[in-house]
């Protein structure tokens, strides 16, 4: 059996993409699956830097042939394992589309070992992240209520229309740092009104996750949310995402 995997995308920074994700798998493995946590933003990977670790492994040592994909996981106290990318280097943000068949390759193998494997894709829409994410077996686009995020989160949908194989379906919608669950309702209907007009289909909604301070301060303190503070609301919303999935 291999593990489902799910990839994490936004069109833009700035909508809590990757604090998502990491909850995302907390939430996953919280519910007793095996949970392998991929940061996939090759170039600025940032998993390893929200959760204050310094791995001694990571991606890029798996595609050097330095290490072995399993040999480079590491295990958080979260209860899931981390595959760190390499930040701010340009040799893994260059990989050609020879690398990225091999990343989805090294992936495939891992999910032997997994239920669940949460892929943070870098923001934006470039050709490694629209290849990971047509493999995704669920894509969740993250969004907020700021306009010029349901503009990106639309383009991330029509490009995944394109790019994935034709019997999956659309992507997801996370709506996240919303200020009540009716606004970020309203956020995912203009979404999916967009998408069924102009695109013929319509997204779901994986969930509504409402804005939290406490979300900040662990960020800040480079914790899990719901290590740190067990009845943060934020935290509530992303397991009951996680139940969905």
């Known amino acids: 059996m291999t593990a489902t995997t799910i990839m994490v995308a936004s069109g833009k920074g700035g909508v809590g993409k990757t604090w998502f994700a990491i909850t995302l798998a907390h939430c996953l493995a919280r519910r ?7 940061d996939a933003d090759l ?3 940032n998993v390893d830097i929200q959760l204050g670790l310094l791995p001694e492994r990571d991606m890029g040592g798996v595609l050097a042939g330095q290490c072995t994909l399993r040999q480079a996981c590491s295990r958080h106290a979260g209860g899931f394992d981390i595959l760190a990318g390499r930040s701010g280097s340009g040799e893994l ?3 050609g589309p020879a690398g990225w068949q091999t990343v989805l390759h090294l992936l495939a193998e891992a999910g032997r070992d997994y239920d669940r494997i949460v892929v943070d894709l870098g923001a934006g829409l470039d050709p490694f992240v629209r290849q990971m ?3 995704a077996d ?5 969004a ?5 995020s349901l503009t990106d989160a639309y383009a991330v949908l029509k ?3 394109q790019d994935r194989p034709k019997p999956r379906g659309p992507g997801a919608i996370v709506v996240n740092q919303a200020s009540s669950p009716a606004a970020g309702q309203r956020v995912y209907e203009t979404l999916a009104r967009a998408s069924a007009g102009f695109l013929g289909e319509m997204p779901g909604l994986a969930g509504v996750v409402r804005r939290d301070e406490k979300v900040r301060e662990a960020i800040r303190r480079q914790s899990l949310l719901l290590a740190r503070h067990p009845g943060a609301q934020a935290g509530a919303d ?8």
Not at 32 to 38: H, S
Not at 138 to 142: I, S
Not at 144 to 148: I, L, R, S
């Open 93 to 95: 943000a260059g990989l």
């Open 238 to 245: 992303v397991e009951a995402l996680a139940v969905s999935l």
């Open 32 to 38: 007793g699956l095996r949970v392998l946590l991929f």
């Open 138 to 142: 669920r894509l969740l686009v993250v």
């Open 133 to 135: 994410a047509a493999a």
């Open 159 to 161: 490009l995944h229309r």
């Open 144 to 148: 907020t209520e700021e306009p010029t």
């Open 43 to 45: 170039g600025l990977a």
